[in-house]
């Protein structure tokens, strides 16, 4: 199988092979690969021809060496360039003429006359002439030449007989011309046909003026220049008259084309798009017998997961009661957070019952001396913090791994099913080992990072726009720790009291014994704290039932996933948000299919 190293050719050749497997009709995509490539290389490097070529071109028997010969001065060379069968070499080879020799000339299917710029005919710089085989010879392998020798020279004259100017092979070869310069030279042209006035003249214009509609339809970026007319000498019986009318009527093409800038890298890259829209063309008409099954296959694919993200996207955001609790957790530790550490024990109580969500009645019993109590609340903790901890995760990451999970159970069926309708288009033998190399696809669905990162801006903002405002927390803790005081109070104020009156008596020097100074129990101290943080935190339940109410928590959680919403039709507006698949044979079948809407669009 012939090597491909272009980029373009290469994907192409790859992409026929893995969809369409070892078939008659990879090898001639291949070959029309390796035939681009050899366009590409001629039209960047013109063989090595440090001048502008002139390829003569056209059908069989259009006079194209007659031409040829009108170029060359040297009468040895002219009486070489012989047309018809009596020289072979001249119908079944590519002539160079000129002062420069191509690189890699082929003896078997190239002849080189070397042939000084003194002895050319003057068109104001050094030029190589290229005199082609006719593109219909039934000789096959000349044909082959001459259409090959189609991308070596920019500038093309196209060679048609009067007789042959609606011949359809004049868009066989008006498709191998597009990108160039082309300069059609119409010869055997009657003599009457060149007077104005006259039907043959008017009838001339007409079959021109169809001509050029044929080539700009089949060649849209060729350069068509005016039409070189020869008259026909067989019929005036002055071939020297013809000769010097067809070369002053070339000049004067080419002076109109301003040669120099047919060197710029844009008259190049032309040709090489059109050498490449071409292989485009070649390759849609090769394939396109298969090409409505293959886009069967993706169309239902396509047409099975166009509804998919929207499915996905709908489960993003989990159950409301959920998002509720989540929001619920981070309002009371926003409050906490937002409490000063100044307010003790306030703050303190406050951060135990954030803790103990859903356990209150079990912190109550448990300040009331339950021991079991206590072991139920400090599991609640336990059961609180791994949720928060978990909940935390699930706004961080939680999106991203929903997503691909679900897309995964998803897609898979759908695409095991388009690997089988793929597979068909194979030979019978690699269908089960096609199926085999592609059973494991990757597919994902793109921006989600985006959206999670998004996400997690939108619920710090519901949280922060929603979170009890600063002057009430501060209200409600310094009513909170003024509760507290005011029951703990009483105890301490004895307590120093008689402290401070033992300490006076002994300071003063009367009569005084430690025993004067108060000594409370520890049990003392400890039952007055837990008779003052009672009505404590009953008020700091209250300050959290108060805040952070049913209706606010549920209306907050609606908002979230509104902006959820919001958020998720924008990115997918944007493209931001799409299906992907990173599946070869996927990605392989597109391309064809994208190849052929492209030639059909051109």
């Excluded at 005199?131 to 000349?142: E, K, L, V």
């Excluded at 048609?160 to 004049?170: C, E, G, K, P, T």
């Excluded at 004067?252 to 084309?257: A, T, V």
């Excluded at 009953?538 to 549920?554: D, E, G, P, Q």
């Amino acid at each position: 199988m012939t090597s491909i190293s272009n980029p373009f050719s290469e994907r192409l050749a790859e992409a026929t092979r893995i969809v369409f497997g070892d078939r008659p009709l990879t090898h001639a995509v291949t070959e029309a690969c390796a035939r681009y490539e050899k366009d590409v290389r001629n039209i960047q490097t013109g063989r090595g021809i440090n001048a502008l070529t002139l390829a003569i071109v056209g059908a069989k028997g259009q006079g194209k060496t007659w031409v040829a010969r009108q170029l060359v001065r040297d009468t040895q060379i002219r009486n070489l360039l012989r047309s018809g069968d009596l020289n072979l070499d001249a119908t079944t080879r590519l002539v160079w003429i000129g002062p420069h020799a191509p690189d890699g000339l082929d003896l078997v299917s190239e002849i080189y006359y070397p042939c000084p710029s003194t002895q050319m005919a003057e068109i104001g710089q050094p030029y190589v002439v290229l005199d082609t085989p006719g593109m219909t010879d039934t000789n096959h392998r000349a044909a082959e030449i001459a259409s090959d020798a189609l991308s070596l020279a920019p500038i093309k004259l196209l060679v048609i007989a009067r007789d042959q100017l609606r011949a359809a092979s004049n868009l066989q070869i008006a498709s191998r011309i597009d990108g160039a310069v082309c300069i059609p030279v119409i010869s055997s042209v009657e003599p009457e046909e060149t007077q104005e006035g006259t039907v043959a003249a008017s009838q001339l214009r007409n079959d021109l003026r169809a001509l050029r509609d044929q080539l700009q339809m089949r060649a849209p970026s060729a350069r068509l220049a005016s039409e070189v007319l020869v008259p026909d000498f067989e019929i005036t019986g002055n071939e020297e008259l013809s000769s010097t009318s067809f070369v002053g009527q070339l000049i004067d093409r080419l002076s109109e084309l301003k040669l120099s800038e047919l060197s710029l890298s844009s008259a190049r890259d032309s040709r090489l798009q059109s050498a490449q829209q071409r292989l485009r063309t070649d390759v849609a008409k090769l394939i396109g017998a298969e090409l409505p099954q293959l886009a069967a296959a993706v169309d239902r694919l396509n047409h099975e997961t166009e509804g998919l993200p929207d499915r996905v996207l709908e489960s993003l955001l989990g159950s409301s009661t959920v998002l509720e609790t989540g929001v619920r957790m981070r309002l009371r530790a926003r409050l906490v957070s937002d409490t000063s550490l100044l307010w003790f024990p306030y703050r303190t109580v406050m951060s135990t019952l954030n803790l103990t969500q859903g356990a209150w009645d079990r912190v109550m019993l448990a300040l009331a001396g339950s021991i079991p109590s206590l072991f139920g609340a400090l599991a609640s903790w336990a059961k609180n913090a791994r949720q928060s901890r978990d909940f935390n995760a699930e706004i961080q990451d939680g999106i991203r791994q929903r997503v691909q999970r679900q897309v995964e159970e998803r897609l898979k069926p759908l695409c095991d099913q388009f690997h089988r309708a793929v597979m068909k288009l194979r030979p019978h033998d690699e269908r089960s080992k096609g199926l085999d190399n592609f059973a494991s696809s990757g597919m994902s669905l793109s921006g989600i990072d985006e959206l999670q990162n998004r996400s997690q801006r939108i619920f710090d903002s519901a949280i922060a726009a929603n979170a009890t405002a600063n002057l009430w927390v501060q209200l409600f803790a310094l009513a909170g720790t003024i509760l507290f005081w005011i029951f703990m109070a009483g105890p301490i104020v004895v307590i120093y009291r008689e402290y401070f009156a033992a300490s006076l008596h002994a300071l003063s020097g009367s009569e005084s014994h430690l025993e004067n100074f108060p000594h409370p129990s520890a049990g003392l101290m400890v039952t007055s704290v837990v008779l003052s943080v009672l009505p404590l935190a009953i008020f700091c339940m209250v300050v959290l039932t108060a805040t952070l109410s049913h209706r606010k928590v549920s209306g907050v959680a609606k908002g979230i996933i509104r902006e959820h919403e919001h958020a998720i039709a924008e990115l997918k507006r944007n493209s931001v948000i799409r299906l992907e698949f990173e599946d070869e044979m996927l990605q392989q079948a597109e391309f064809l299919l994208n190849l052929r809407r492209s030639v059909e669009g051109s």
